[in-house]
């Protein structure tokens, strides 16, 4: 009688599908060998791995794609700039047989992480720090009290801390300087406030939370269509506090979007995250190609 109701036959063809995707991609997985590629591309950013490991991935897998070796050296120039100094990054370029063109976009990582000379003759109260968290051979460190990840999904962007350290109130001022400061209502109370601030009522925005027309629920309520998500999204929006706008100048990742929807729901404040564009890594890494030290003209953009 249970295989005879229309609910089961619908879910197992979904189950079906879903089976038949998981083959597929683990069929590429194994193909391409990328768990041993992004179990190095991991331990790199935690400083788990080194030149050793790197070269040593160079050598072995000559047959890897030009993508996935070029991810691979973007990756440690972010991490270790200074590996790729002097002859050490032709030498790397000639292991990993990479174009030229490819290689434009490793040696433009170390662009991003900015000049030491300049940092000391700054004298500017604001400066767009890149390097914040590259002074040590591990960017990312392993996040405490977080549930178990997969050792293959350790990497978080750096927008997520930032965004934690913004609600908390705990963002240094010399890194990121305000024009105006903020209420005490605009970010969680501190773990070590007075009992005194336990009666305050949770911050809220004091802006009209309408929901627009486009996005007024219909009849549908099951849970997964648009318009059901949409009603009890507006719904938990009211009960939230203050929003956090995000905007990225030159462009946001897929993950960083993700982490802005997470830290919603985990912050319990609407995170809104704007940017320049949203960039595919095709995109990320055409726009890496052409980053120069000189003036870069729109016209030379084609993207």
Known sequence: MVQALPQYSEQIDKLSLHVEIAGKINKIIRELGLRDLGQLEQDLVFGDAGTKEVINFLRTKQDATPENKLRLLMIYSAVSPEKFEGDKGSKLMQLARLSPDDMNAVTNMRLLEGSSDAKKTSTSSFSLKFDVQKKKHASRKDRTGEE????????YPMIEELIEKLSKGELPKNDYP???DPSPSAHGTPQNASMRTSSVPAAHSMRSRRTATWARPRNSDDGYSSDS???HASSDFKRMGQRIFVFIIGGATRSELRVCHKLTTKLKREVVLGSSSIDDPPQFITKLKLLTAE?????DLHI
């Open 229 to 231: 998500i949409l009603k």
């Open 148 to 155: 178990e990840t997969w050792q293959l999904s350790r990497f």
């Open 178 to 180: 305000c024009m105006n």
């Open 295 to 299: 003036e870069l003209l729109l016209d």
